[in-house]
């Protein structure tokens, strides 16, 4: 079974700073792979996905998460953070099932804190 | 288009009730799915429905049920009650599990407390 692991829980940085957010998935054939931001008291906002193509995904306000196959990685790269991103980052992935995409599986968070 | 509604988004029960939680999904999506949200676990996965019919089940014993009806609004249900059953509990909607990419839309939770 797919699991995800992100070797965070939490970040704190100051703002103006570049932040990574680690994930690791275990293997499988094909993934697709997402992350997901929840800030306080509110559900889940899709941030960026990967599902085929350029191992590069960008989302529209400034994170970025590189695919690598070989190290089963999706790590979320911001190079400046502001205070506004405050909030928790789940990592999530789901196997290709029959064509058609199966359940997501999420990692247990991390918690950026970014200080003024 | 409005987003996926949940209600009630708080809840506070006693051991031993039980609870029913409802999920309206967005217009034009017939699939929902249930995730329950804890500190120690994490997000995992409830169960899934479309069309009116349970697709894939998590590993939660049988004290947890859904429904979906025909206008794919979903609701689960929990009995007696547990302590660990406190949890916040995440719907979200999508348009079919059937299509090759299959975006999830959260909505805001319901957030139930036992005592």
């Known amino acids: 079974a797919q699991s995800v692991t992100q070797l965070d829980s939490q970040v704190p940085v100051f703002e103006e700073a570049p932040v990574e957010l680690r994930c690791n998935y275990s293997s499988s054939v094909s993934v697709y792979l997402f992350w997901y931001v929840q800030y306080p008291n509110q559900g889940l906002q899709l941030l960026l996905k990967y599902l085929s193509g350029s191992t590069l995904v960008e989302s529209i306000n400034g994170f970025e998460a590189e695919f690598n196959k070989s190290q089963t990685s999706f790590h979320l790269r911001k190079p400046s953070v502001h205070i506004s991103d405050t909030a928790e980052y789940f990592c999530a992935v789901s196997d290709k099932v029959g064509g058609s995409q199966g359940n997501l599986i999420f990692g247990k968070g991390t918690k950026l804190s970014v200080k003024p | 288009k409005a987003g996926v509604t949940q209600t009630p988004r708080y809840l506070i029960k006693t051991r031993g009730q039980q609870v029913t939680l409802s999920c309206s999904p967005i217009s034009g999506h017939r699939s929902v799915s249930w995730y329950q949200q804890t500190p120690g676990q994490g997000l995992q996965f409830l169960f899934e429905?479309?069309?009116?019919?349970?697709?894939n089940k998590g590993n939660f014993p049988g004290r947890f049920s859904g429904r979906q009806f025909s206008n794919s609004r979903s609701e689960m249900n929990v009995s007696t009650l547990e302590l660990g059953d406190s949890a916040l509990y995440l719907c979200?909607?999508?348009?079919?599990?059937?299509?090759?990419?299959?975006?999830?839309?959260f909505g805001p939770g319901t957030r139930l407390t036992v005592l």
């Open positions: 979200a909607s999508s348009l079919s599990p059937r299509a090759q990419y299959n975006e999830q839309f």
């Open positions: 429905y479309f069309s009116e019919t349970q697709r």
